[in-house]
């Protein structure tokens, strides 16, 4: 089955899908790994993991679309991405839809922020004309028909939090990006439980729900209560990816060699200890046993270091 048309089947069987957040190619497998159903590459996790730098639009739909690739060419569940504001107008639009289709992930989701775009959960954000927006939806929707019609799309506004924006003005703006072919609606930066009533109770169709920075937190039973569709934590696996690596960067100069032998010794007994086998080289084996001549397995005699599980 298409990895589209199996998030359109998960989205089919109701209920609120929970989709966590991922930021490279390992930090996907490592979810995929755990069993979630469908994951969600952040924009955010993309622009410091990649660039070092925050997501203020300074990375390119080239970065963005490569990170997309890579993460859904990594697992086997479908993969919803970022791509920001369509790295331009509907026109481009037309192009960024291809282009994200052609890397494997599943759905996408467009903002209608003005161009450089922002973090959805900081300050100094605007937003382009309805107009405008629309019409770049509308495009969204005929280049992904072109192509795969089970691809998803969610339209994003941003016009609550945005500079003169409002509640009322991001509702009248997702029913419209609905109505120009958007599957779902993803309302960005509610602050608190009634505003996010006000969106589930006021949007005409299913709702995509951030649950991060300055929007308030739910249970999964209260998701369901809500009847949002789609809910993303975009966030969490980075920081905690930054914490772990923070931690041992410190004992490694307080401590020195000692403190990456306790590091070292501690992540053995862990789930993720057997690091060569999460990387895959029992999968490489497998491939060289289907594929290569007999004798090239030869290599495994005598040879020192970490053995596939095959090989013993």
Known sequence: MKRTTALRKLLSEGGSLYVPGCYNAMSARILDQVGFPALYMTGYGTSVSLLGMPDAGLATMTEMHMNARYIANAVKVPVIADSDNGYGNAVNVVRTVKEYIQTGVAAIHIEDQVIPKRCGHVAGRRVISIEEACGKYRAADHARKEIDPDFVLVARTDARGAHGGSLDNAIERANAYLKAGADLAFVEGPTDVGEVKRICA???????YNQTGISPRFSQQELEALGIAITISPGAT???????????????????????????????????????TFAGFDEIMELERRFM????????????????????
Do not use: C, W
Request: aromatic share 10%; charged share 30%.
């Open 238 to 276: 980075f920081r905690a990816s930054m914490v772990a690596m923070y931690d041992l960067a410190v004992a490694m100069r307080d401590e020195g060699p000692t403190g990456e032998q306790r590091f070292n010794e501690s992540f053995k007994e862990h789930p993720m200890g057997d690091f060569h």
């Open 293 to 312: 001549p007999e004798e090239e397995l030869g290599k495994y005699d005598n040879s020192v270091g970490h053995r596939p599980k095959a090989a013993e």
């Open 202 to 208: 006021e949007v005409e169709g299913p709702i995509f």
